[in-house]
């Protein structure tokens, strides 16, 4: 199997990595190149949200990809970065974190991790910007978030060493990115992503896209990543775009 050939660019300050590597891939970044920064000005998240990302409080990291999976394909890629990252935190950190659809990386129920899948066009074809930003410290998230984020060294106990963080990250992603194109293609990562995750089965969750809520007990994924939901009247709902909220 061929493994990504990661390189690494480091910054102290970008408005954003994901920006920065996007630039980057228009003139011709190869696959595997990373971006790295000690702090964000513009940290982007999901649906147009800031990531605050003040210095040394998070590890702000992009690669750039370009799968060779069909496109249809394609939602399994944040699924597999979420999978490399659980691994990554449970080597690097001995965190034992849980994935909520589709791809946040929750410690006790608060988030710990985002990331942000971006598809680019590029002269040498579309490419996916995977974004990932990783609490390191309380400093990384704002006040108001206090009660639904938390941080490696607040999950542990410990403090987070970034760059023993960042190699284990760089070698998952390049195992589960390897599975994904030639290993054991979209079924390794929605297995590998069903076996991490509390939310996979058996779930009551409320699931929001902006307009509409459904309300359903979580039933395993499609192939392509979609999650299904059963519904109070006995019918699967398939879930490709929304935040997924807990029902208590
Ligand atoms: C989310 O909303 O959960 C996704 C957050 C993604 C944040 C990371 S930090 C590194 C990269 N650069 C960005 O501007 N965003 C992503």
Same mark, same amino acid.
């Given at each position: 199997?061929?493994?990504?050939?990661?390189?690494?660019?480091? $910054?102290?300050?970008?408005?954003?990595?994901?920006?920065?590597?996007?630039?980057?891939?228009?003139?011709?970044?190869?696959?595997?190149?990373?971006?790295?920064?000690?702090?964000?000005?513009?940290?982007?998240?999901?649906?147009?949200?800031?990531?605050?990302?003040?210095?040394?409080?998070?590890?702000? $990291?992009?690669?750039?990809?370009?799968?060779?999976?069909?496109?249809?394909?394609?939602?399994?890629?944040?699924?597999?970065?979420?999978?490399?990252?659980?691994?990554?935190?449970?080597?690097?950190?001995?965190?034992?974190?849980?994935?909520?659809?589709?791809?946040?990386?929750?410690?006790?129920?608060?988030?710990?991790?985002?990331?942000?899948?971006?598809?680019?066009?590029?002269?040498?074809?579309?490419?996916?910007?995977?974004?990932?930003?990783?609490?390191?410290?309380?400093?990384?998230?704002?006040?108001?978030?206090?009660?639904?984020?938390?941080?490696?060294?607040?999950?542990?106990?410990?403090?987070?060493?970034?760059?023993?963080?960042?190699?284990?990250?760089?070698?998952?992603?390049?195992?589960?990115?390897?599975?994904?194109?030639?290993?054991?293609?979209?079924?390794?990562?929605?297995?590998?992503?069903?076996?991490?995750?509390?939310?996979? $089965?058996?779930?009551?969750?409320?699931?929001?896209?902006?307009?509409?809520?459904?309300?359903?007990?979580?039933?395993?994924?499609?192939?392509?990543?979609?999650?299904?939901?059963?519904?109070?009247?006995?019918?699967?709902?398939?879930?490709?775009?929304?935040?997924?909220?807990?029902?208590?």
């Amino acid at each position: 199997m061929t493994h990504l050939n990661t390189k690494v660019l480091r $910054f102290e300050s970008l408005p954003s990595t994901n920006t920065e590597l996007s630039r980057l891939a228009s003139e011709g970044a190869e696959e595997g190149v990373s971006v790295v920064a000690d702090e964000q000005t513009a940290g982007r998240g999901r649906l147009q949200r800031a990531w605050s990302s003040p210095k040394g409080a998070g590890l702000y $990291f992009s690669i750039l990809l370009r799968p060779k999976i069909a496109t249809n394909y394609w939602p399994l890629i944040t699924m597999m970065a979420a999978v490399a990252v659980y691994d990554a935190l449970g080597d690097a950190c001995r965190l034992q974190a849980d994935i909520k659809w589709p791809n946040d990386l929750l410690s006790g129920e608060r988030k710990i991790c985002g990331i942000l899948a971006e598809a680019i066009e590029t002269p040498s074809g579309r490419a996916v910007i995977v974004g990932i930003g990783i609490n390191l410290t309380g400093d990384a998230y704002p006040a108001e978030l206090a009660e639904v984020a938390t941080s490696v060294s607040e999950a542990t106990g410990r403090p987070a060493d970034r760059e023993v963080l960042l190699t284990s990250l760089l070698r998952w992603l390049s195992h589960w990115y390897s599975l994904l194109n030639e290993g054991g293609g979209p079924e390794s990562i929605v297995s590998g992503w069903s076996s991490r995750s509390s939310y996979a $089965f058996g779930r009551l969750v409320q699931v929001s896209n902006g307009d509409e809520v459904w309300q359903g007990t979580t039933c395993g994924l499609e192939r392509d990543g979609a999650l299904r939901l059963r519904t109070s009247n006995d019918e699967i709902k398939l879930i490709r775009a929304g935040d997924v909220y807990r029902v208590r």
